[in-house]
Every structure is written in structure tokens, then in C-alpha cells.
């Protein structure tokens, strides 16, 4: 099979990320014509870490294209957790701000799961708070975290029936891998969940419809530990000096997968597109 009929193997995360993100605009849109509110989504960044900084930049740059005000609040890397504290719950009672982002990782002095339950559920943009997570875990799926949520609304736009299949997670992180495995759950699939101390990660991959891996190991998912038709999220980065690997040994994996993600332009942007779902979320539900 020649390169071009691979093609429609690639799940385009750029191009459903621009379907969310018009459907945001038109929601803020709504929201300003109807009720004269702006949604505001207000980032914080704690030190000058340039993979962070590059990130937010992202990020506000797609509140841009949506129309969603985005203010950034900056604290030096030595600044204290009273401090961080102190903003957030300044931020919570800011009713010109629907939503927050705390973004991680914090300088190895600061406390991130302190930080994160001080965040308001109702403001909780990325859904880490453990009150959404609970809610989660009962069906209840709100503000989930981003990367999952993208995932999901991924397979619906591909028609990817998900009940009754057998889907692996690799990787058990609160951010990417056990969020996954609850709303996979919750659309009852049948799902193991892997990690860095699971014996034989071959023997549960090669059983499954559908795989998401994050766990940041360039091409740890090789195309002998797929089965025919697959369907694959890499979540993974990996950048070295001659480029941006995933978790997933795309160019040989993609030959036996029914659809796969690439890294770059895979997962990524769909999850800064479901953030501004997020933030227009919380914008109306604040109302």
C-alpha cells in the first residue's frame, strides 16, 4: 500500500480542533449577544520554564480565535505557596473570570495538588479538581480533564464504536491515563489500565480495539505489539534534536492500525480546543 493510502488512516486533530474551536466562537458569540458576557479564562504561570511559557502562549492564542478574554498572571519561580494561594483565591472571586489554569508542573517547592483544589470546581477549566474527578468516576462528566475529553470527542467524529471493546491505557497518570479509563467506563468498553510496572505490555496491547498511550517513551508502541485495525491515541512527546517523536512507532504502527494520531498535530491541539469548550463552560454555568 503506497504512503498516500495511509493517509486516510491519520486521525487530523488540527482540523477537528478548528470544528470545536468554531463551535466555541459561535457559543461566545451567543453569550456576549444574549447576555453580555465575555467568558474570561485566566492562566497562571509560576517561573519561566519555556516549555510552560510555550504552552500558555498556546493557549491564548486559541482564546484569540475563539474570542475568549485571557488574561495571564505571572509569579516568579520563588515566589511562595501563600502566594500562589492567595492569587487563586483572589481569581475565584473574580466574577469577569470564568475559569482558571494553573500550569504544571510548579517549581519543585510549591505543593500542585494544594494549588489545584484551591481552584473553584465551578472554575476548574482543566478539570483536575478532585470534586469534577468524582463526578467523573460516577458518570457525571462535566469538566473532565482535556486531553481525554479531545480523545472521546475524537472517536465520535470518526464513528468509532467504543462499548464492548477491549481498550488499553498505558500510562496511569490523573491527567491523561485514569480520567481516560473512567470515560471509557463510562461508555462501557472494556479497559486495562498499563503502566511502567506492568509485566508484558505486549500481552494486553495486541488484545485491543483502541489504545491510548501517554507515557512519553519515543515509540515504545512498536507495530508487533498491534493487531490488525487498531484504533490509536499517542498522547506521548518526545523531542530530541532532529525532531518531535510520540509514544507510537508511527510509520510502521500506521500500517496496521484502522486510525492513528501523529505527533505533532495529533492529540495536541485537540486538547487546547476542548479547553475552550471548557471556559465556555464555566462561562455559562456561572449565569
Known amino acids: 500500500m503506497s504512503d498516500e493510502s495511509y493517509e486516510s488512516r491519520i486521525i487530523d486533530g488540527k482540523v477537528l480542533a478548528q470544528q470545536v474551536e468554531e463551535e466555541v466562537r459561535s457559543g461566545v458569540e451567543d453569550l456576549e449577544s444574549n447576555r453580555g458576557v465575555t467568558p474570561g479564562l485566566a492562566t497562571i504561570l509560576v517561573g519561566d520554564d519555556p516549555a510552560s511559557k510555550m504552552y500558555v502562549r498556546l493557549k491564548h492564542r486559541a482564546c484569540e480565535r475563539v474570542g475568549i478574554k485571557a488574561e495571564d498572571y505571572l509569579l516568579p519561580a520563588e515566589a511562595t505557596?501563600?502566594?500562589?494561594?492567595?492569587?487563586?483565591?483572589?481569581?475565584?472571586?473574580?466574577?469577569?473570570?470564568?475559569?482558571i489554569l494553573l500550569q504544571l508542573p510548579l517549581p519543585k517547592h510549591f505543593s500542585p495538588q494544594e494549588a489545584m483544589e484551591a481552584i473553584s470546581p465551578a472554575k476548574d477549566a482543566d478539570g483536575f479538581h478532585p470534586y469534577n474527578m468524582g463526578k467523573l468516576m460516577i458518570g457525571d462528566e462535566g469538566l473532565v480533564p482535556c486531553t481525554p475529553h479531545g480523545i472521546i470527542r475524537a472517536l465520535e467524529e470518526y464513528n468509532v464504536p467504543v462499548q464492548g471493546k477491549n481498550a488499553v491505557i498505558v500510562g496511569h497518570s490523573n491527567v491523561v491515563g485514569k480520567p481516560m479509563a473512567a470515560m471509557l467506563l463510562n461508555?462501557?468498553?472494556?479497559?486495562?489500565?498499563?503502566?511502567?510496572?506492568?509485566?508484558?505490555?505486549?500481552?494486553y496491547t495486541l488484545g485491543a480495539d483502541l489504545i491510548v498511550v501517554a507515557v512519553g517513551v519515543k515509540h515504545l508502541i512498536k507495530?508487533?505489539?498491534?493487531?490488525?485495525?487498531?484504533?490509536i491515541f499517542d498522547?506521548?512527546?518526545?523531542?530530541?534534536?532532529?525532531?518531535?517523536?510520540?509514544?507510537?512507532?508511527f510509520e510502521n504502527v500506521i500500517k496496521k492500525a484502522s486510525l492513528v494520531t501523529p505527533v505533532p498535530g495529533g492529540v495536541g491541539p485537540m486538547t487546547i480546543a476542548m479547553l475552550m469548550k471548557h471556559?465556555?463552560?464555566?462561562?455559562?454555568?456561572?449565569?
Open 81 to 99: 505557596q501563600e502566594e500562589l494561594l492567595a492569587l487563586i483565591d483572589s481569581l475565584n472571586k473574580n466574577r469577569d473570570v470564568h475559569a
Open 187 to 203: 461508555r462501557n468498553a472494556t479497559v486495562s489500565v498499563c503502566h511502567i510496572f506492568t509485566d508484558d505490555l505486549k500481552k
Open 223 to 231: 507495530a508487533d505489539m498491534v493487531k490488525e485495525g487498531a484504533v
Open 235 to 249: 498522547v506521548g512527546i518526545t523531542k530530541e534534536e532532529d525532531g518531535v517523536y510520540g509514544d507510537v512507532d
Open 279 to 287: 471556559v465556555l463552560m464555566c462561562a455559562e454555568k456561572s449565569l
